[in-house]
């Protein structure tokens, strides 16, 4: 699987890149990803990516051939273009499960008052959306993406096999969990207990107890 990132600030991702789960994943090489950065593509002293709307309207709007030029020196025959928009279909585990069998991925990381229609019209197979708010950009839906489809790519968190019996078509398990100690006594008086069954040993009633509690992440 390789993600490749489009942006007009590459150096956002220096810090997601070189920590935690995903340092490791990439250097086992489970995964890999690029960030591109978009003014590499213009083709003017400025580097320009923006421009003034047509028909008016406040703010500034991102050119299409910049975008085009970007896409097309990455894009590969089986490419996967994904347009960051809070307009686009809601990015879920399930369709973090449905990514996670593509091999490239391309994502394009709008900035200003958003980007031209035509990207979404000609370059992009899909639009994402990562929640019903709208941010200033697409770096954090492009970290929210590599971070929740890697995790669950063989191999890239923990040992092969680690999360599989947590996940289907379905979605993804997920439940309350506690760790040492077993009782933390915030103030005199009071004490926080992890459950009894957690602590008993015996494996079926521990499932059972997960079980009950699981909630599915679709
Ligand atoms: N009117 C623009 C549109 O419809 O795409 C929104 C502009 S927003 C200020 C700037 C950029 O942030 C967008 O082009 C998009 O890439 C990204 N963005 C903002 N909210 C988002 C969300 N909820 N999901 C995905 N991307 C988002």
Known sequence: MHFHIITI??????????????????????FSVSVHDL????????????DRPFGGGSGMVM?????????ESLRRENSKVILFTPRGRRFTQKK???MS?????IMICGRYEGIDARVEEHIADEKISIGSYVLMGG????????ETVSRILPGAVGKDGFLENRMNEE????????????????????????????????HKKVSQWKNKRKRIIK
């Open 9 to 30: 600030f590459p150096s956002f991702f220096d810090p997601f890149l070189s920590e935690g789960l995903i340092k490791k994943g990439i250097d086992k090489g489970a």
């Open 171 to 202: 979605g993804f398990a997920e439940y309350k969990q506690y760790t040492r100690p077993e009782v933390f006594s915030p103030c005199e008086g009071v004490e926080w207990k992890v459950p009894k069954t957690l602590l008993s040993g015996d």
């Open 96 to 98: 973090a499960l449905e």
């Open 63 to 71: 050119k299409v051939e910049p975008i085009y030029r970007a896409v």
């Open 139 to 146: 770096e954090v839906p492009a970290m929210a993406v590599v």
């Open 101 to 105: 069998k593509e091999s490239d991925i």
């Open 39 to 50: 003014r590499d593509f213009t083709d003017d002293v400025h580097r320009t990516v923006d």
